[in-house]
């Protein structure tokens, strides 16, 4: 007897956005969580103040939401901890492509 496995694929991107409990299931977290990701900055949508079920989110909210989720997961640290994190490592790679480019032109 033989047995299968199937796998999903979805596009993820500005024509396909992720709703707000999309993301929470690619993430293995619940709704909240990703309400609280938009708390505290980690995630940005337009307008925070329209209900979460209207919130869409792209492939780049999805990485930067497994990253927090990474974060959070091995080495407990709070989200709001988790946010200060992701943004020194963002900038951290604007520098080093800044960088790069002076000692290219050089």
Known sequence: MSTYTFTTTLVVDHEHPLAID?????????????????????LVVPNASEPPQ???FDSH??????EAKRLERDFGVALDVAALILDLQHEVRRLRTALHIQ???A
């Not at 999309?22 to 980690?42: F, K």
């Open 22 to 42: 999309e993301l929470a299931h690619a993430c293995g977290a619940q709704i909240e969580w990703v309400q609280q990701l938009v708390t505290v900055g980690i």
């Open 54 to 56: 209207v919130w869409r």
């Open 61 to 66: 909210d999805l990485k930067t939401a497994l």
């Open 103 to 105: 000692t290219s032109q």
